[in-house]
């Protein structure tokens, strides 16, 4: 079975100090791989998609990257963070290119301090 | 406009009461629809997805209607446990792109 992994689940960094998230995917080749990120009391606001190795889609201009170094393996990064980084950052994966639904990571909650 | 519009609420209904929940979306090209069901401070996971002749799930009930890009969640027969946030989830996808397109979701409390 499929099984996505994210980490760390909670994070307390200062503003201006670098950022690196990372998810990974078991049991499945190819996927689709997602970043959003949920402000609180706010909807999933779509960061990042990738649908290959190398290939990332940016859907929102900000101060984040994303790399996909590998099949299963995607990266959020930040060389400086600023406070309205702050949010629930969650990672999620598809099958390629088939009509089918997301499966989430159990995210990363970072506050910016 | 956004591409997935939902009301906010929040609903807050009895137990045992009918709820529903509306979402409309803005792109005629979307192929795959779902909810997803986020708890507080958990990550969102699926409640069901949205055929296009409309199915159902115990007391839960999707309806899709493409001529008004309108989604539907119907609850029936609400549990306390049902209290949570429901997401209306688009998937536009077409060459070289696949994305997932939330709404910013619909609270739900259901009280004794």
């Known amino acids: 079975s499929q099984t996505i992994h994210q980490w760390p689940a909670t994070l307390v960094q200062p503003v201006g100090s670098p950022l690196s998230l990372e998810c990974t995917v078991e049991?499945?080749?190819?996927?689709?791989l997602y970043w959003y990120r949920q402000a609180a009391g706010r909807g999933l606001q779509l960061l990042f998609y990738?649908?290959?190795?190398?290939?990332i889609s940016s859907e929102v201009p900000q101060n984040l990257s994303a790399s996909r170094p590998q099949d299963r393996q995607f990266i959020l990064s930040s060389k400086k963070l600023l406070l309205s980084d702050s949010g629930f950052y969650l990672c999620?994966?598809?099958?390629?290119?088939?009509?089918?639904?997301?499966?989430f990571g159990q995210g990363t909650r970072l506050t910016v301090v | 406009r956004k591409e997935v519009e939902q009301d906010p609420g929040p609903f807050n209904v009895p137990e045992g009461a009918t709820v529903a929940f509306n979402c409309t979306y803005s792109?005629?090209?979307?192929?795959?629809f779902f909810w997803y069901r986020q708890d507080c401070r958990k990550e969102p996971k699926l409640l069901m997805s949205?055929?296009?002749s409309g199915n159902e799930d115990g007391r839960f009930t999707a309806q899709l209607n493409r001529a008004s890009q309108y989604i539907s969640l119907l609850i029936r027969d609400s549990k306390l446990s049902d209290s949570a946030t429901y997401l209306c989830?688009?998937?536009?996808?077409?060459?070289?792109?696949?994305?997932?397109?939330f709404g910013t979701g619909t609270r739900l409390q259901v009280f004794p």
């Open positions: 989830v688009v998937n536009k996808q077409s060459y070289n792109t696949d994305k997932l397109i």
């Open positions: 949205v055929y296009s």
């Open positions: 049991g499945t080749s190819n996927p689709n």
């Open positions: 990738s649908v290959g190795i190398g290939q």
């Open positions: 999620a994966w598809s099958v390629y290119r088939v009509y089918t639904e997301a499966f």
């Open positions: 792109n005629s090209a979307s192929q795959s």
